[in-house]
Structures are given as C-alpha cells and as structure tokens.
DNA sequence: TCTATTTGACCCCT
DNA sequence: AGGGGTCAAATAGA
C-alpha cells in the first residue's frame, strides 16, 4: 500500500509540475491528454490503496472515486450492532495543520461549531472544550477546535483549531455582532506548507460602535509577523475605514498594498512579534494592555463601510470586507481574482 | 419533535 | 499507566 501510495504521490507531483511549468494560454490539446493520464493514475493508486485496506469498498467505488467510503471513525459505530467494543472506531489526528489564538472573549469565529466534549484537563484550571464544525457530517467538514479559559482576570481563551473547513458557510453569525475572518494559506508553496490563519475580529456595541478584538494571532510557520492597525479619517460618506495590514517581517516585501481612499490617520498601533519567538505574535504584550481595548474601540460613530484590508505579499492574498453585511460569494471572486 | 449540550465511558497515544 | 481526544446516551432547550 505504501507503494502504491508512493506511486501516487509521484505522479500527483509531476501533474503538478506540469501544470506549473505551463504557461498559458494553455494548449488543451497538448496538455489535457496527459493531465487526464496523470489523474487517471492517481486515481488508480487510490483504488489499489484501498483494495488492499478493504477489496469489498474498493470494488464498490472503483468507478466512482468521489462516492469513496469515508475512512472515518463513526464507520464503526454506523455499521455495527451497539456495542461496548468501541475498538478501532475512531483514529486520533496525528499533528495535524493547527492555529491557536488568544482572545481575550469567546468570540464567534464565522464557523458554526457544535461542542462534543469538555474534559478536565491536568494543571489547568478550566475544563478545555471540544468542537466539531457542524457540517462535519453534511459536508465531511473534519474541522475541529478546543477551547481552553487559560486565565480569570482578565478573562483569556486560548481556542486551537485542527484542520482546515472544507464546508461552505462561512459567515453564518450576525453581520451585526462578530466578525472575524480565518484565511488558510491554500497556495502554500514547497518551502512552506504550514497554513497561515489570520484573524481580525470586531464587535459591534448597541451603537454600532467598532470594537476590534483580535488580541494574539500564532502562525505555525516560521515567519515573524506585523500587524498594523490603523485607524483613518471618516471618509466623505461619513464611514470609518479600518485598515489591517499584515506582512512578513523576515523576507524582503514590497510596501503593502493598502486599498483606501483615505490616507491620514488618527491613531496608529504597529505590534511587532517578539523576536525570541518568531511564532507568536501578541499585541497584549506588545501594546499598552490598559488602553489598548480604549484605543482599538474609538471608531465611533457606526461605520457601516469598513474595509477589512490585508496584504502578505509572499502568498499574494489580500482581502477586503465590506463589516456590516459580508457578501461570502464577493469575497470568493475576489480570492479567485488574486 | 428536533437539535444542541452535557457527561461518563471508551480508547489512542505518549 | 494515565492524560487527553472522541463517542454516544441522556438531558436540556427551542
């Protein structure tokens, strides 16, 4: 099986090849018989694969590979008589792409989660909680999430998220009260497949008020990161634009782009991650912690147009949301446009 | 009645 | 061996 899977993974690898040294427009005539063998090895490898895991599910699906059987621990329980034996049922996630991020509030993420566990945990003060995306099931979505109250006062959650949502609802909490935004690096390249998640979170007070509340962001890659916060002028429509500019502090970057009408600015925060540790970056520590909420929290009046920018040039994404009402298919098109 | 949460049991992994 | 992640029956809530 091993080989088998090897073989795959080679020839996955040269499909990827060529298609990365294709430039276009591209000659379908030229190009697509060979992507097509390529994909039908692949394939092919994956039905070997799992005939030699189990023939009956491989003879089952060998023509319809997106029908495949999911490998997945409630196989057991689904398919067998109640039983005590809960043996085999299910495969604990060996490292997996993990985030942490420390809030300071439980804070929606735009996920919709549902909680399957909470257990005491050795040394800590608070039981840490589990959560499944409540799509795992409808949509195989196999994200997950603890959540961990690591101190009382003030109050601060460490959340850790284990893989990536492959689900489509995003987006789902109330445009009015939360918003943040959780960006997986999907074009990570071969020096670096650690997902990058960024996440800007905002609330919203009875009177419309922004309150930013992202405190910590952690990248599991290597970088060191920037994070700027920048707080301009209302703008002629009578809106507070909000800027948010990450970039990568150890590579060489071009200036980030920053969409914005508006170039002066009231008040300015840059949190530098701390340079011992190049995988945690926290404006806690690296803002005045007494004000920061104060500061982060003056766009007042309502602003109903702010725009959410970022740019890391490395992975050339950048984004911008519109706060009040996130359109998920815009910002779809515009991740297809960059 | 349906969906979400709670919680003790089970079992993987270090 | 035991900590911690997951399951699933019981329970709560809409």
């Keep these: 099986m091993i080989g088998e899977l090897s073989r795959g993974r080679k020839v996955a690898d040269e499909l990827r090849l060529m298609l990365r040294h294709t430039t276009p427009p591209l000659d379908a005539t030229l190009v697509l018989p060979a992507a097509q063998s390529l994909v039908a090895t692949i394939l092919e490898t994956f039905t070997h694969s799992l005939s030699i895991l189990s023939p009956t599910a491989a003879a089952a699906h060998s023509d319809e590979v997106s029908q495949l059987p999911p490998l997945k621990s409630e196989d057991c329980a689904a398919t067998t008589p109640p039983t005590k034996d809960r043996r085999g049922c299910y495969k604990r996630r060996r490292s997996s792409e993990t985030s942490t991020i420390e809030t300071a509030s439980l804070s929606e993420d735009g996920h919709a989660w549902r909680k399957y566990g909470q257990k005491v945990i050795l040394n800590a003060k608070h039981p840490r909680s589990y959560f499944r995306c409540t799509h795992k099931f409808d949509q195989d979505c196999q994200a997950t999430k603890q959540v961990q109250r690591i101190e009382d006062d003030p109050p601060r959650f460490r959340t850790t998220y284990h893989g990536r949502h492959t689900c489509k609802n995003l ?7 939360h918003h943040m935004m959780m960006m997986q690096d999907a074009a990570a390249d071969d020096h670096d497949h650690s997902p990058i998640m960024w996440s800007f979170a ?4 009875d009177d419309h008020n922004i309150h930013p509340k992202t405190t910590s962001l952690v990248m599991n890659d290597s970088s060191c990161s920037t994070a700027h916060i920048n707080n301009t002028n209302t703008n ?3 809106h507070h634009p909000v800027l948010v500019v990450l970039k990568q502090e150890n590579k060489e970057l071009p ?5 914005s009408s508006s170039s002066s600015s009231s008040s300015d925060a840059t949190f530098v991650c701390p340079d011992h540790d190049p995988t945690k970056f926290d404006t806690m520590s690296s803002a005045p912690p007494p004000h920061h909420h104060h500061q982060l929290g003056a766009f007042s009046p309502a602003a109903s147009s702010d725009v959410y920018s970022c740019t890391e040039s490395t992975h050339s994404m950048e984004m911008d949301m519109m706060s009040m009402a996130v359109n998920f298919d815009d910002f779809l098109d515009l991740q297809t446009l960059n």
């Design 202 to 205: 905002a609330t919203h007070d």
């Design 236 to 238: 002629a429509a009578g």
């Design 255 to 259: 200036e980030p782009q920053i969409k």
């Design 171 to 177: 987006f789902n909490s109330s445009p009015h009260h």
